[in-house]
């Protein structure tokens, strides 16, 4: 590294610390040109210079969501098919099973209050990933009973989708505040696009490879192939998250500068500090982005397929590959946006969210309108300029999670994760059940497709929108906050 570099990183450095009110609290100080800088200060230092992971800790973290999506996906669509198709069973049987494993989520705050309180996040993940193994298996184990055994097996799947939501809950929100934690201020859009590819890989790697062991299919084979993968999931979070965490040098909050008395004092009470993380505006705020833009999401993936078998009378098959190149879209603007963001600031990370929650506001619109005219040409760019803007947003809210999480200073970067890694869920959740409703009523009042499609994607253009009015609301980063985090909220 050139002296001028080092030279500004220590300047960065000295900022920071001064900026965070750090005072005493480590055992180690820093020393350069026979002068001794302060132990509060040194602490700092070291902080600052060894928070930013590099490449093979950001990739290991990125793994450890690989495998979380990997058994998430069986849950999610393979064991959906199954109890539809094979077992005869309603559509809304799945529905509910699915929307159960999000409903548990929303447990995510208490988890990581959990993970601050202790001051490690490691044994959350690793604890989360083998809750969410065993509910993996628990679930194929009773879709796979529920053949000749029809209560039994249903019951038996239904502790495995609780079990599911509460294993991704936890090993989720532990992991994305160790990144938050550990991940510099310029690289955190970056690690959101390689954290986000890297569960879509788990998931199509998963799928893939479940899809063909899997043939041909029987009831038997369904749970080894879950219990492959599950054990898998459970190796390689395990050897990936190993090492990563480095130990607190400091007990809880004094970490961040607050002083221990304060420190234990602001986290006697779970119900205390979240009370408190709800009256901030600014989390208050970007909560209801996120609400909001999940919801929109959420809606705007649940319609897309069964939107383009019936109105324009597509094949799975042709659906399939619709869906495939929004997927595409998305990544392409997960991409774009992290290298813009990462090597230029004309445009923040609140930017980002507000350009692209509007254009995807603006897409769902031409999307009803499209379906609406039956101009089938269109759909192709249509829904993969959607995915292009989805990307854009979801980066950027990822990215911005994280800015948001350290931001305070505080040493509640699990419970902030939590608290809108929650919010998403409850979207997930709600945006998933009401879109399916609202198709069928639409349908049932017009009897045409078109009508009903239009409508609610109408009603998600609606709140892409509002969500694109409430970042453009977003302040700039608190007072107080670090320098390096408060530059993508100008």
Known sequence: MSASAEAARLEATLALARDSGVVDGANAGVHGGGANIGAGMGAAAARAAGDALGWAGLLRLALVQAALGAVVVLATSTLNRVMIVELGLPAAVPAALVALHYLVQGFRPRVGFGADRGGRCTPWIVGGVLVLAGGGFLAALGTSLAQGHRAAGLAIALAGYVAIGLGVGTAGTSNMALLAKQVGAGRRALA???????????????????????????????????????LVAVLVACLAVRGVERPAGTPDGARHGEPLAAAAAHRGRFGTALRALLREPQARAFTLFLFLSMLAFSAQELLLESFAGLVFGFTPGRSAQLASLEHGGVLCGMVGVALLASRSRACSLRGWMVLGTAASAIGVGVLAAVGALGVDSWLAPVVFLLGLANGCFAVAALGSMMELAVAAGRGQEGLRMGVWGAAQALAFDIGGLSAGV????????????????ACAFACASLLFAAAALRASGLSPAPAGAPQGVAHGWH
């Open 438 to 453: 609202a198709i069928d009523l639409a349908r049932g009042a017009w009897h045409q497709p078109a009508v009903a499609y």
């Open 192 to 230: 959101a696009t390689v954290t986000w590819a890297m569960m879509i890989a788990g998931f199509g790697l998963s799928a893939g490879l479940a899809g063909y062991f899997l043939q041909p299919y029987s009831p038997l084979r369904l749970v080894q192939v879950q219990g492959c993968v599950s």
